[in-house]
């Protein structure tokens, strides 16, 4: 029995997420597929983290546990041409110890939010990224964005269906930067609460369009309470972009 670390890459949008789910297709699900029809076996993929319907992946980490004698770049092929049409790529595939664990061994995760700040409609991006036509001043954003980071109670960017034990988190950081017409928010922390980073960027979205104030963004947090949320982004422009190790 050999462990098997993959990267992944995915386009979330024909997805309910990244895990397996009941009432529709995840990542998870295409990719074991994959695996029991090159292995024949019924492996379960165990990932870094989770990622809601439409959300991206740019380097997913996962592990699952193969009997089948079999070269990690042979499984890696196999399993890109079998996961097709799907849009799945597995990046790498290497032999992992038998003790490392995608999820558990992991200390720190990073996603990357791409805001589209134009007038124009999106084509080449549609589905990939939050196009707001108002302009946003990122530089506000960024500033803002500072008083989240930190240990917290992120109570009030926090899902009502989250599973965490705790609301507690420590957000080691958060930027905001401007690339030409886009509006790049990074993320960083050990882990994340369900739907965390989408709501810390829907109201950093408001400040950029002076909406908010940072003493909002402040307030909204101070209150622990879901009701001061000003905005939940779409998951369009979510990609989970590293797992730390």
């Known amino acids: 029995m050999s462990r098997f670390r993959f990267t992944v890459e995915f386009d979330g949008r024909p ?28 492996a379960t993929l165990y990932a870094a983290g989770r990622t809601d319907a439409g959300v991206h992946g740019l380097a997913m980490v996962a592990h699952a546990d193969i009997a089948k004698p079999i070269a990690p770049f042979r499984l890696m092929e196999a399993l890109n041409a079998v996961v097709r049409p799907a849009p799945i790529a597995i990046l790498d595939c290497a032999i992992a110890p038998d003790d490392w664990h995608a999820r558990f061994s992991c200390i720190g995760r990073t996603y990357l939010y791409r805001i589209v700040n134009r007038r124009a409609p999106l084509t080449l991006d549609l589905g990939h990224a939050w196009r707001i036509a108002k302009p946003l001043d990122a530089a506000a954003m960024h500033d803002a964005a500072q008083m989240l980071v930190g240990l917290h109670d992120f109570t009030t960017f926090r899902s009502v269906h989250c599973q965490a034990q705790s609301p507690l988190k420590t957000l080691d950081r958060l930027d905001v930067r401007r690339e030409g017409d886009e509006v790049l928010v990074d993320a960083a922390a050990r882990s994340f609460l369900h739907h965390q980073v989408r709501s810390m960027v829907g109201c950093l979205a408001m400040v950029g369009q002076g909406q908010w104030q940072a003493d909002d963004l402040k307030a909204a947090l101070d209150s622990r309470d879901r009701a001061a949320l000003g905005h939940n982004a779409p998951p369009d422009g979510l990609y989970f972009v590293a797992a730390r190790y």
């Open 15 to 42: 997805f309910m997420g990244w895990q397996r789910q009941a009432h529709g297709p995840s990542v998870q699900q295409a990719i074991e597929k994959a695996i029991a029809t090159v292995t024949g076996e019924a």
